[in-house]
């Protein structure tokens, strides 16, 4: 089974261009998360995705944006980006058939350098 | 607001020790209690979820309890190999599938 997937794997952006990171969850998985890692804040939760809906959101600024497909595929997306958005942007996907029981998988993370 | 406290920050252990690594969640109200490891650059691996209402998991030389009541979850490496070198990190699980994560413990097996 294949896990999940995150493209592309590294990123360079100059301050105020947008970028989009995608994220292709496991087969049959319906819940798509999404977390920043950095330095000094560690992980932290922006928000998750499930049947094309966003079920639940961090404490992150509007810049910061997601969708999901049909097919449960997940795009994140970041505008007017600022140089303390350099981060490792993870995703995580799980079939989320009941609130507790499932692990979550994570993808490699996207390396994202803003200059 | 959940948070999560990790114990020690780093450690160094000989090959074939065994070791307690602690973590400590400030909101008994959790969904589960899951630990992962992060190798260098990588994303994350689940080593073990321990529900709301359970106390402990195991995953070969790897056992977690959970004591909601005191916030408390510890990983228990038995015979520590060098490959078990990574940082190690566990989260707690609040609602709608929002996982808090410690700092983490950067762990070091010497051969």
């Known amino acids: 089974k294949a896990g999940v997937t995150q493209t592309p794997r590294y990123l360079i952006k100059t301050r105020g261009q947008q970028v989009t990171l995608s994220c292709s969850p496991i087969s049959g998985h319906r819940s798509v998360s999404w977390y920043q890692q950095t330095p000094g804040q560690g992980l932290q939760f922006l928000f998750e995705?499930?049947?094309?809906?966003?079920?639940n959101k961090g404490n992150f600024p509007g810049r910061f944006s997601g969708r999901q497909f049909s097919n449960s595929r997940s795009e994140m997306n970041v505008s007017t980006l600022e140089l303390g958005d350099s981060a490792l942007y993870l995703c995580a996907s799980s079939f989320r058939r009941t609130y507790g029981t499932d692990t979550q998988y994570f993808g490699p993370g996207t390396r994202l350098t803003v200059l | 607001k959940q948070e999560v406290t990790q114990i020690p920050a780093a450690l160094s252990v000989p090959e074939g020790e065994n070791l307690v690594l602690n973590c400590s969640f400030t909101d008994s109200a959790i969904y589960n209690l899951q630990w992962f490891r992060q190798d260098p650059g990588k994303g994350l691996t689940s080593l073990l979820l321990?529900?709301?209402?359970?106390r402990e998991q195991t995953s070969g030389r790897l056992n977690a309890s959970l004591d909601k009541s005191s916030g408390r979850s510890t990983l228990y490496i038995a015979a520590s190999q060098p490959g078990d070198s990574a940082t190690y990190l566990c989260a707690a699980e609040t609602s709608g599938s929002r996982l808090t994560f410690g700092e983490g413990t950067q762990l070091t097996v010497n051969p």
């Open positions: 995705y499930f049947s094309e809906t966003q079920r």
């Open positions: 321990i529900q709301s209402s359970q």
